[in-house]
């Protein structure tokens, strides 16, 4: 009996040719268009599948489990974050769900790395300056930034991307860490030697960080952790970066945070919505610096990505164990 498989996306070329050449016994529906598989097409495509290899762009609900119907066995996200998806709906379905931990570590923590400094020495100004004829002489007082070598930083969520943010700004002189999350994590620490790392509680991490980085999942605890409360209690010269999920920040407190010139600056790689509307306040702010949710961007991680997603989503459809379940 032959199965049937989603795709919802065109994926990085060499992903892309093993599904063209295809694999036996599945036949494979997918979605080539280099924008987001309207609701519409996701529902009616989904009809009939085994499996779902799908992306952060897909909202996966009862509604689309619904209308894949009772033969579905997997979805498997290129991803690693899963707040799309809606897991007790998976589970009552006994679909099991796949995400990409691990290969894109190493990309998104130099994202985040990338925004700390860019937030730090006003990027923007600075390239905004030379492109618009304002660079008018070497200057002792022009757009100073801030410096990392012994600044304290605050790590919200020390997985493993927090993990290997941490490492890499040690190698800029960061030699504390405050981090935050649902337990302390000594395997974690263990990680990052050479460092002073301890768990805090949120309201100290917010006191005491020079700078502080959001790499935490989105979920119930974590949805608008950050919002003008929190933001007022962070110190003026703060740096903030988010580069986990836009909903973890309360937009619109921190739009007025940096109104009222409450924050340092600024570094985001994910927003609410996505994209971000090019009319939005939040890009109004010269200290606010905003990527185009590209944390895990480089050809070889997105290619370890979709690599993944597709060996979890055809030992879904075989009824095997997944290599990467959300769970593991
Ligand atoms: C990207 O944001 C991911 O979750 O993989
Ligand atoms: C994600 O891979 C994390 O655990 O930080």
């Not at 066995?73 to 006994?94: A, C, F, I, Q, W």
């Not at 890499?168 to 405050?178: D, P, S």
């Not at 988010?242 to 937009?251: F, K, L």
């Amino acid at each position: 009996q032959r199965h049937k498989l989603l795709v919802t996306r065109t994926l990085p070329l060499s992903s892309q040719e093993r599904i063209e050449r295809g694999f036996e016994g599945i036949d494979i529906v997918q979605w080539k268009e280099d924008r987001a598989i309207p609701r519409s097409e996701l529902l009616s495509l989904a009809k009939g599948a085994d499996g779902i290899l799908c992306l952060l762009t897909d909202k996966i609900d009862a509604e689309v489990l619904d209308a894949a119907g009772p033969q579905l066995k997997v979805v498997s996200t290129m991803s690693v974050g899963y707040d799309h998806v809606n897991v007790p709906e998976l589970e009552k379905r006994n679909v099991v769900l796949g995400i990409t931990p691990g290969v894109l570590t190493e990309a998104t923590a130099d994202t985040t790395v990338l925004l700390v400094l860019a937030a730090a020495r006003r990027l923007r100004e600075g390239v905004d300056a030379v492109l618009q004829g304002k660079w008018g002489t070497w200057s002792p007082t022009w757009l100073l930034g801030s410096q990392l070598t012994d600044k304290t930083v605050g790590i919200v969520g020390l997985g493993r991307i927090g993990v290997a943010v941490a490492k890499r700004l040690q190698a800029f002189g960061v030699q504390k860490f405050l981090y935050q999350g649902t337990r302390p994590k000594p395997e974690a620490e263990k990680e990052i030697p050479g460092a002073h790392v301890e768990f805090s509680d949120l309201d100290r991490l917010l006191k005491e960080s020079d700078v502080i980085c959001v790499c935490c999942a989105l979920n119930d605890k974590t949805q608008n952790m950050f919002n003008y409360e929190t933001f007022s209690k962070m110190k003026s010269s703060v740096v903030f970066v988010n580069t986990a999920r836009g909903g973890i920040v309360e937009q619109p407190g921190l739009i007025r945070a940096l109104k009222e010139g409450r924050l340092g600056s600024v570094g985001l790689d994910v927003t609410v919505p996505e994209p971000l509307p090019t009319d939005s306040e939040l890009l109004k702010f010269p200290n606010c610096i905003v990527l185009p949710h590209i944390g895990s961007g480089t050809l070889e991680t997105r290619t370890a990505m979709s690599e993944i997603a597709i060996e979890n989503v055809l030992s879904g459809i075989k009824g095997e164990k997944i290599p990467h379940p959300h769970n593991a």
